[in-house]
């Protein structure tokens, strides 16, 4: 019953390094989501999915590309990483929304990165 | 434009009180979906509450209680006889339907601390 598992938990970089953060549903949910969540500014959506194959842009887009080639995954990546980019980052999904469906989204557990 | 206003920026009360976080939206659509989330330290991010548009009833679980106002747009979310085990921080989000599109507007949070 894992739910929306995030990979890795913690992760230091330099600036100007890349990497990738991992988030991976088993509930079959067509969307999914990442946010970042900073002090004082709550959480702000980055990028999203409403299905495998297509990503559209949040609230705070630059810096990040994400892709979702399989259902179940979607990938935060950071191709050259910034201070400003220190934050906490929850991946998020949904199932798909009908009429008088009204499905919660179901969070990960955050992945702590630090930019230095 | 979507807005969602947590006014309370931090709440500190002593165990066994009451306590109301007030969470007013800001929507043009009539089909739209409220829900509270709780952070407590650990990071992780629960979902509490949804809510639809058309059903102001209003909603009890344990020591929780939802009030949905939708006169004055506002889900307020109080909490009967608070332990220690409540301080976490609360979010209020609304969620507008709008086709395939479905994105949560997040309030700021209410931090509430329960001093023993």
């Known amino acids: 019953n894992a739910g929306v598992t995030q990979t890795p938990k913690f992760r230091v970089l330099k600036t100007g390094q890349s990497m990738t953060l991992l988030c991976a549903q088993d509930?079959?949910?067509?969307?999914m989501y990442w946010y970042r969540q900073d002090p004082g500014m709550g959480l702000r959506l980055i990028h999203y999915s409403v299905g495998e194959g297509t990503t559209a842009k949040g609230e705070v887009p630059d810096g990040y590309n994400v892709s979702r080639l399989k259902k179940q995954n979607f990938l935060l990546g950071l191709e050259s990483a910034a201070p400003s980019q220190t934050s906490v980052y929850f991946c998020?999904?949904?199932?798909?929304?009908?009429?008088?469906?009204?499905?919660?989204?179901?969070f990960g557990d955050g992945t702590r990165l630090s930019i230095l | 434009a979507q807005k969602v206003t947590q006014a309370q920026t931090e709440i500190s009360v002593v165990e066994k009180e009451d306590v109301t976080l007030d969470c007013v939206y800001e929507?043009?659509?009539?089909?739209?979906?409220l829900f509270w989330y709780k952070q407590p330290p650990s990071g992780e991010l629960v979902f509490l509450i949804r809510r639809n548009s058309f059903d102001e009833q209003n909603e009890i679980s344990g020591r929780y209680s939802w009030n949905f106002q939708k006169s004055t747009s506002s889900f307020n979310f109080t909490i009967t006889a608070s332990q220690v085990v409540d301080s976490a921080v609360y979010f209020c989000?609304?969620?507008?339907?709008?086709?395939?599109?479905?994105?949560?507007?997040w309030g700021l949070g209410t931090s509430l601390a329960v001093n023993p």
């Open positions: 989000a609304l969620s507008e339907y709008a086709g395939n599109n479905r994105k949560l507007i």
């Open positions: 929507t043009r659509d009539t089909t739209y979906y």
């Open positions: 998020a999904s949904g199932p798909l929304r009908t009429i008088g469906s009204n499905q919660p989204q179901h």
């Open positions: 509930m079959n949910h067509e969307y």
